[in-house]
């Protein structure tokens, strides 16, 4: 067991630790190369009695646990979305963890609740997002969607279903290709799974709003009650994103929460010439993106803003007697802005990472992204076996192979074999998804550290691993 003076001792050992890491990150296979099981059999199957050294834990990080670590900060990691870092996020990733405060109410922490409310202004002028919204930092997306949801129904059921439980007749409208949390949050929210209308696509992947309000009025007929919205910038799949200036307007018609769910590709809006993503914002009711996705902030850090942060403060308040405070009332605590209590110090690493790179910093990061992810589609095109399948968008494009005289079934496998040769190569990290039923590859330059040069490098790896 260590004590507090011995932490000058090990600093040491973690950091050192941590540089070589970084420095040699790109020697490791992207993807973890183990196979079920591998790394579970080598642990023990029991505490152990005698407490053990740090060097140990240490010696066994290296040769136990690293080898079953996926790198998600390789540059040569494409796969999903990014879940980026940065060394300023690291660094204030430590401090929280070394401070550990619990920041739950604003007296468990004063400067954890303000320095939050001002990291979410910060963002929410930086992004567009309107100056009359408020913010909280959430774990997740996944949970956001859920406050957004559980809110929508207090806020249509005049907020009896916090006390009554739920009617089974609130309906709740997204795309087929809108991610798969919101399905989660109707679950647990008790609107139930059945009571999600997934709505149809068009041929860009887009929700097709005259679909949506048909499904409205047809809901609205049979005397269901529409309740909430979801519209996606940013699908998951293929980054494709919603009309909000027309979801908006029948969200406002038929008098339903809109929320918007732009986890991944919410990072583009600060960058102006991405702004129309967001015409009609002022529309909608809650917005939310992932800082934790392509903001440079490790996981985790969700950035949740709202339009009436009292709505939704009436939806989640609950004040037993130990956490009444003098303060109460004059000051945000978040404990009531979201699902759990205790609550991390997030808008700490925030913090570092929006001061130390600025606003110039972020957008020259991301344009270099974007510029970098262009260039690559346009040099794959050159090779007819290379289609693009999804143009570029933001950092992010999809691609197969496509070789003459195959069928669309051959295809599809040629392409599932194609994409596992590249990942089991340990070279580079690329996942998939499917447009109907066509297997595409998506690629993801939005590595922190990712470079020209490694860019580059996933080029020649697409052309090696080829058929
Ligand atoms: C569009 C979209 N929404 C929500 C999520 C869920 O994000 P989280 O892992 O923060 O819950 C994802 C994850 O990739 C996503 O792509």
């Given at each position: 067991m260590l004590t507090r003076a011995d932490f000058r001792k090990y600093e040491q050992l973690v950091?050192?630790?941590?540089?070589?890491?970084?420095?040699?990150?790109?020697?490791f296979p992207v993807r973890s190369q183990v196979k079920p099981g591998e790394i579970y059999s080598q642990i023990p199957s029991a505490l152990p009695v005698k407490g053990e050294s740090i060097e140990s834990i240490i010696r066994d990080l290296d040769e136990i646990i690293m080898p079953g670590m996926t790198h998600w900060q390789h540059p040569n990691f494409h796969a999903y979305f990014a879940a980026n870092t940065s060394v300023e996020s690291v660094f204030g990733e430590m401090l929280t963890s070394a401070i550990s405060a619990q920041c739950m109410i604003w007296a468990t922490s004063p400067a954890a609740a303000e320095l939050e409310e001002r990291m979410m202004e910060w963002m929410r002028d930086a992004m567009g997002i309107p100056s009359d919204w408020e913010g909280v930092i959430q774990d997740t997306a996944s949970s956001a969607s859920l406050v957004a949801i559980i809110t929508a129904r207090e806020v249509k059921t005049d907020f009896r279903s916090n006390f009554e439980g739920v009617p089974g007749n609130l309906r709740v409208y997204c795309s087929t290709e809108t991610h798969s949390s919101v399905e989660k949050a109707m679950a647990i929210s008790g609107l139930g799974r059945n009571n999600l209308v997934k709505i149809g696509v068009d041929s860009g992947q887009v929700m097709q709003v005259a679909e949506l309000e048909q499904a409205i009025k047809t809901d609205l007929d049979n005397g269901l009650v529409p309740c909430a919205i979801v519209a996606a910038l940013g699908t998951t799949g293929t980054l494709a994103v919603d009309s909000l200036p027309?979801?908006?307007i029948l969200a406002r018609k038929y008098d339903v929460w809109l929320h918007v769910d732009a986890a991944y590709a919410g990072t583009a809006l600060f960058l102006p010439e991405y702004r129309w993503m967001i015409?009609?914002?002022?529309?909608?009711?809650?917005?939310?993106?992932?800082?934790?996705?392509?903001?440079?902030?490790?996981?985790?850090?969700?950035?949740?803003?709202?339009?009436?942060a009292d709505l939704l403060i009436r939806t989640f308040e609950i004040l037993p007697e130990y956490l009444k405070t003098p303060t109460r009332g004059t000051v945000n605590d978040y404990k009531d802005w979201g699902i759990a209590l205790g609550r991390r110090f997030r808008a700490l690493k925030l913090w570092f990472v929006l001061r130390s790179y600025g606003q110039a910093g972020i957008q020259r990061t991301l344009r270099n992204q974007i510029e970098w992810t262009l260039h690559l589609v346009e040099t794959l095109k050159q090779d007819p076996v290379f289609e693009i399948v999804r143009k570029?968008?933001?950092?992010?494009?999809?691609?197969?192979l496509l070789i003459e005289?195959?069928?669309?079934?051959?295809?599809?496998?040629?392409?599932?074999?194609?994409?596992?040769r590249i990942n089991d190569s340990g070279e580079a990290y690329l996942s998939h998804t499917r447009i109907g039923s066509t297997y595409v590859i998506r690629v993801v330059i939005g590595q922190t550290y990712v470079r020209k040069h490694h860019v580059n490098n996933l080029q020649s790896i697409l052309q090696k691993f080829r058929p």
């Amino acid at each position: 067991m260590l004590t507090r003076a011995d932490f000058r001792k090990y600093e040491q050992l973690v950091t050192d630790w941590i540089s070589r890491y970084y420095d040699q990150i790109e020697d490791f296979p992207v993807r973890s190369q183990v196979k079920p099981g591998e790394i579970y059999s080598q642990i023990p199957s029991a505490l152990p009695v005698k407490g053990e050294s740090i060097e140990s834990i240490i010696r066994d990080l290296d040769e136990i646990i690293m080898p079953g670590m996926t790198h998600w900060q390789h540059p040569n990691f494409h796969a999903y979305f990014a879940a980026n870092t940065s060394v300023e996020s690291v660094f204030g990733e430590m401090l929280t963890s070394a401070i550990s405060a619990q920041c739950m109410i604003w007296a468990t922490s004063p400067a954890a609740a303000e320095l939050e409310e001002r990291m979410m202004e910060w963002m929410r002028d930086a992004m567009g997002i309107p100056s009359d919204w408020e913010g909280v930092i959430q774990d997740t997306a996944s949970s956001a969607s859920l406050v957004a949801i559980i809110t929508a129904r207090e806020v249509k059921t005049d907020f009896r279903s916090n006390f009554e439980g739920v009617p089974g007749n609130l309906r709740v409208y997204c795309s087929t290709e809108t991610h798969s949390s919101v399905e989660k949050a109707m679950a647990i929210s008790g609107l139930g799974r059945n009571n999600l209308v997934k709505i149809g696509v068009d041929s860009g992947q887009v929700m097709q709003v005259a679909e949506l309000e048909q499904a409205i009025k047809t809901d609205l007929d049979n005397g269901l009650v529409p309740c909430a919205i979801v519209a996606a910038l940013g699908t998951t799949g293929t980054l494709a994103v919603d009309s909000l200036p027309d979801i908006a307007i029948l969200a406002r018609k038929y008098d339903v929460w809109l929320h918007v769910d732009a986890a991944y590709a919410g990072t583009a809006l600060f960058l102006p010439e991405y702004r129309w993503m967001i015409e009609g914002i002022e529309l909608a009711d809650s917005f939310v993106f992932n800082p934790h996705k392509w903001l440079f902030t490790n996981f985790d850090c969700s950035a949740y803003f709202v339009k009436n942060a009292d709505l939704l403060i009436r939806t989640f308040e609950i004040l037993p007697e130990y956490l009444k405070t003098p303060t109460r009332g004059t000051v945000n605590d978040y404990k009531d802005w979201g699902i759990a209590l205790g609550r991390r110090f997030r808008a700490l690493k925030l913090w570092f990472v929006l001061r130390s790179y600025g606003q110039a910093g972020i957008q020259r990061t991301l344009r270099n992204q974007i510029e970098w992810t262009l260039h690559l589609v346009e040099t794959l095109k050159q090779d007819p076996v290379f289609e693009i399948v999804r143009k570029p968008f933001l950092n992010f494009f999809c691609f197969r192979l496509l070789i003459e005289g195959k069928t669309e079934d051959e295809l599809n496998k040629i392409n599932e074999q194609y994409l596992h040769r590249i990942n089991d190569s340990g070279e580079a990290y690329l996942s998939h998804t499917r447009i109907g039923s066509t297997y595409v590859i998506r690629v993801v330059i939005g590595q922190t550290y990712v470079r020209k040069h490694h860019v580059n490098n996933l080029q020649s790896i697409l052309q090696k691993f080829r058929p």
